[in-house]
């Protein structure tokens, strides 16, 4: 049965560091475009950074550019999301998403995705 598991979300101090993985089981996340998403309270859901399947290309949304990284590490068969200067702005519910079909928009959201992680909370605060 396919699964995506995430995990590593915390209370963290503004300018810290969080390092989130997606679990996946029951597929290979090279052949799956893998997304990040964030949902704060009160806001909609808004796409976070995106790997491309096989070719591994990657995609960040203009607010965490240079602050946010994401990587697929396929001994693992998981995905990460390693989160530097973080700031209050990025406390939310993450969540992971893949897609057989799916693919990359320039502002890093995945577009057609097949499967959902039950997300992690990340908070930023002092």
């Known amino acids: 049965q396919e699964q995506l598991v995430e995990s590593g979300g915390g209370l963290v101090q503004p300018g810290g560091s969080l390092r989130l993985s997606c679990a996946a089981s029951?597929?290979?996340?090279?052949?799956?475009?893998i997304g990040w998403f964030r949902q704060a309270p009160g806001k909609e859901r808004e796409g976070v950074s995106c790997?491309?399947?096989?070719?591994?290309?990657?995609w960040y949304a203009d607010s965490v550019k240079g602050r946010f990284s994401i990587s697929r590490e396929r001994a693992k068969n998981t995905v990460f999301l390693q989160m530097n200067s973080l700031k209050p702005e990025d406390t939310a519910v993450y969540f992971c998403a893949a897609g057989r079909r799916g693919y990359c928009a320039g502002d890093g959201r995945l577009m057609e995705s097949n499967y959902w992680g039950q997300g992690t909370q990340v908070t930023v605060s002092s």
């Open positions: 029951g597929f290979t996340v090279d052949y799956y475009a």
């Open positions: 790997i491309s399947r096989n070719s591994g290309a990657k």
